[in-house]
């Protein structure tokens, strides 16, 4: 329960913002937000990372509502048991449910970080959400899992063991 408020808080970090960018922002309007490093740049995005397969954005919401539905599978399964894989897990599914309401509601996705140290795409909340959550993933999995996993599932056999009632 506490990683679907989780995920929740964060669906609702993003839909403010956007909220916010497409109620004070014109179309392609942009804003300094933090000096020589960010603006606020209004985009709207109807692909996916980096504008790709801009002409699908309907598949892209049927993807994105499969993914989330696979990940609230594996949440409630507790496929991953410790709290970190789940946190991670809430992150990711965050990133996925905010995006896919901007595609049903409107077409497209509202973007509006853009760097200026670099040249990037521009990017939001629920973007930051997938990325770090993805690549905190496969960290988790590729670094942590067996130990974490393996000690969870233990600290969970003993206090079953422990507990006549189960």
Aim: charged share 15%; hydrophobic share 55%.
């Amino acid at each position: 329960m506490p990683y679907a408020i989780l995920a929740a808080v964060l669906v609702i970090a993003d839909q403010v913002v956007k909220f916010l960018i497409r109620s004070n922002l014109e179309l392609g309007e942009s804003v300094p937000f933090i000096p020589h490093i960010l603006n606020l740049t209004y985009y709207q995005n109807t692909g996916a990372a980096f504008s790709l397969f801009r002409e699908h954005t309907w598949i892209l919401a049927l993807i994105s509502a499969v993914v989330s539905v696979a990940l609230v599978v594996v949440m409630v399964k507790r496929v991953f048991r410790h709290p970190a894989g789940q946190v991670i897990l809430a992150v990711i599914l965050a990133g996925t449910v905010g995006n896919l309401i901007d595609r049903v509601l409107f077409g497209y996705v509202t973007d509006m970080f853009q760097t200026i140290f670099i040249n990037f795409a521009v990017f939001n909340v629920a973007d930051c959400c997938l990325v770090c959550g993805v690549i905190a993933m496969m960290v988790y999995v590729l670094f942590f899992y067996d130990k974490l996993e393996k000690a969870t599932a233990g600290q969970e056999a003993g206090h079953d063991a422990a507990d006549p009632e189960g």
